[in-house]
């Protein structure tokens, strides 16, 4: 599923739309219909946590893959990867050396909006740090350490899993960071050892920013890349213990899933 990695795997695959002309734009989405990127040419393509920034000359696409989005990329009369009536935003560039242009298609992204370049910090305001930024450990992690203690009573599931928090964390690193740390899920903020969470959760996305396969076991084979995430009632690879499933409310009252060992994380 789509975390912080993929995202800032998606925007390294998407880094030749830099410097190329737009040629073509078709956005799916009523409220930005009317808006048109021709004429304008690629600044930048960027992450920030779990969302994707296109900025074309004064104007920023910003989108969310949410749980089913993709971008596919192919020279303008291909075939599509997807089927047609799930594209929500097409975008047509220059494609020198190749004589037709290049087509960009982002297929059921979960949220589509344009703005105004200078809108930018607008909306990521309401973001905590992104945790793969470059700047993470002069600056993202004392502000994400202060955001999730602000909380005590909450508990550590919730406050890794908003986005307010800290940027770029999915339910899959939340369970396995949990995990390694020793911790349940459903324990209070205000009884753990939030720095050392943090500073885990850093090290495990990063470790996977250029992995095509998340792993946090170190072993990259088929069914051994997690710990817990997603492996209810089978033993755990430390003690055996068959791993355990419930659910957790996280941000807006959402519940999602939770795993972990009731031995390791006691």
């Known amino acids: 599923m789509p975390e ?9 695959r998407l880094q030749f739309m830099t410097g190329r002309e737009v040629v073509g734009t078709s956005i799916r989405v009523p409220r930005f219909a009317l808006e048109r990127f ?5 600044q930048r393509v960027w992450p920030y946590g779990k969302h ?3 900025q074309f000359d004064d104007r ?9 989005g993709t971008w596919g990329m192919h020279l303008v009369g291909d075939r599509w990867r997807k089927p047609a009536h799930t594209a929500r935003v097409v975008l047509q560039l220059t494609g020198a050396p190749h004589p037709r242009p290049i087509e960009v298609v982002g297929y059921s992204l979960g949220f589509v909006r344009v703005f105004g370049a200078d809108g930018y910090h607008s909306a990521i305001a309401d973001l905590g740090p992104d945790i793969l930024a470059d700047d993470w450990e002069s600056e993202g992690f004392a502000e994400a350490v202060r955001r999730v203690e602000a909380r005590p009573r909450r508990t550590i599931g919730q406050a890794l899993l908003d986005q307010g928090n800290v940027a770029g964390l999915g339910n899959e690193y939340r369970a396995e960071i949990c995990f390694l740390a020793g911790v ?5 903020v205000g009884e753990v050892d939030v720095p050392g969470i943090l500073r885990l959760a850093r090290r495990l996305i990063w470790a996977n920013r250029l992995s095509p396969v998340r792993v946090t076991t170190g072993i990259k084979r088929a069914g051994e890349t997690s710990y817990v995430f997603g492996r ?8 055996r213990t068959p791993i355990e499933k419930g659910m ?3 941000v807006e009252d959402l519940e999602r899933v939770i795993w972990w060992c009731p031995v390791c994380q006691r």
């Open 4 to 12: 912080g990695d993929s995202v800032y795997q998606l925007s390294r």
């Open 38 to 42: 021709d004429g304008k040419t690629c």
């Open 52 to 54: 994707l920034f296109m």
């Open 60 to 68: 920023i696409l910003h989108t969310h893959l949410k749980m089913e």
């Open 184 to 188: 349940r899920p459903t324990t209070a």
């Open 232 to 239: 209810n009632r089978k033993p755990c690879r430390r003690c």
């Open 248 to 250: 957790l409310g996280g």
